[in-house]
């Protein structure tokens, strides 16, 4: 028979190869130590160690923190962790099928994240329910209903938790790429984004008849997309686009410094009174991107913005604490970002 184990504690799952991030997130935001364990796993009983934190692949388990500590003044959960753990469990069983069943009996959605053991892994999920663990093509609607994680600590332990903070499975989302249209693979963060601010927010993708306004938008990836879905497009650089979506009717190019412009002129040139979209993934400092957001936000002349905070070599914590203070926003941290965080917010 199952048995559950309750832990004291909290896990994050990192984004691949930035564990250093995490934990640098962890000392600097959030002020605990430096984390430096590892864990080797080998035979077949196991055990959670109660007293330091520990690394299982790019899952890090903090024993003795709760959840509730990171949601204190709104300060959130870390960025860099593609899914949290909040009330992490063991689950000791005999058997694939125990093991399924009473992840079932606890809830429908479970998702594996795996760093060994990978065939009995795999022999678990295929008796849990179906979940999308596949590519997506895009556009692609992701329910916001609640996703287990769960991971094989030996042969006959399973840790696990039923409450995340992603809808994603393990935090992830992989789109099916296209090698040959897109002018650049900037592409993939603006369809995940938008995939997120649609499950956020509730807000539908944009399409034929609305209007957006990309800041620094050569070679054109953000456009590509955007055109993609029908809307109509001001897309301002220094350098040109692509030359298909120079000819392409729908979009106006502007050749200027995207940020100097006035709400009031760009809504102008598109002859709207307000836009629908605002983007950016220019690369600046996040002070001046702020400022510009606000401007935006306080013309009232847009209504859903979308913009990357690229980091300029140490990441200003009370700054990016800033961004997350704005009225009806979300800052993620993209699995196709890098360095740099992204900002979405709802402005009416």
């Known amino acids: 028979m199952a048995v559950i184990e309750k832990l004291n504690g909290i896990a994050f799952l990192s984004f691949p190869e930035m564990q250093n991030l995490l934990t640098a997130e962890l000392s600097e935001r959030f002020g605990y130590g430096k984390i430096t364990e590892t864990a080797t796993i080998a035979g077949s009983s196991f055990s ?3 007293d330091r934190p520990v690394w299982y692949g790019n899952l890090l388990f903090c024993p003795n923190i709760k959840a509730s500590s990171f949601l204190k003044n709104d300060s959130s959960f870390p960025y860099w962790a593609r899914t949290v753990m909040i009330e992490p469990f063991l689950l000791h069983f005999e058997s694939i099928g125990e093991a399924a069943n009473a992840l079932k009996q606890i809830q429908r959605n479970w998702a594996p994240y795996q760093f060994q053991l990978f065939r009995r892994a795999n022999l678990i999920q295929e008796k849990l329910p179906y979940i999308h663990l596949k590519t997506r093509s ?14 094989l600590l030996d042969e006959k332990t399973i840790l ?3 409450s995340t903070n992603s809808p994603l499975p393990a935090g992830k989302i992989e789109f099916v790429e296209d090698h040959e249209n897109p002018p650049s693979r900037a592409y993939l963060k603006i369809q995940e984004s938008l995939t997120l601010y649609h499950t956020f927010f509730d807000v539908a993708f ?6 957006c306004f990309e800041a620094g938008a050569c070679p054109g990836g953000w456009t590509w997309v955007l055109r993609e879905l029908g809307a109509d497009v001001l897309a301002v650089d220094r350098t040109e686009l692509a030359p298909a979506l120079m000819a392409d009717k729908h979009v106006q190019f502007m050749s200027h410094d995207a940020f100097t412009l006035k709400p009031d002129e760009v809504c102008e040139n598109l002859h709207k009174e307000k836009i629908d979209w605002l983007f950016s993934d220019v690369i600046c400092y996040p002070e001046r991107l702020y400022d510009w957001i606000a401007m935006w936000r306080e013309s009232e002349k847009v209504k859903n913005i979308i913009c990357t905070i690229k980091m300029q070599g140490a990441i200003n914590w009370p700054l990016i604490a800033k961004f997350a203070q704005i009225p009806n926003s979300r800052i993620v941290h993209l699995n196709y970002n890098k360095h740099e965080l992204t900002i979405m917010i709802k402005n009416c």
């Open 48 to 50: 959670v160690p109660h």
């Open 160 to 162: 696990a938790s039923a």
């Open 138 to 151: 895009f556009p692609a609607n992701i329910p916001n209903t609640p996703m287990g994680l769960y991971t």
């Open 206 to 211: 944009p399409c034929e008849g609305d209007t």
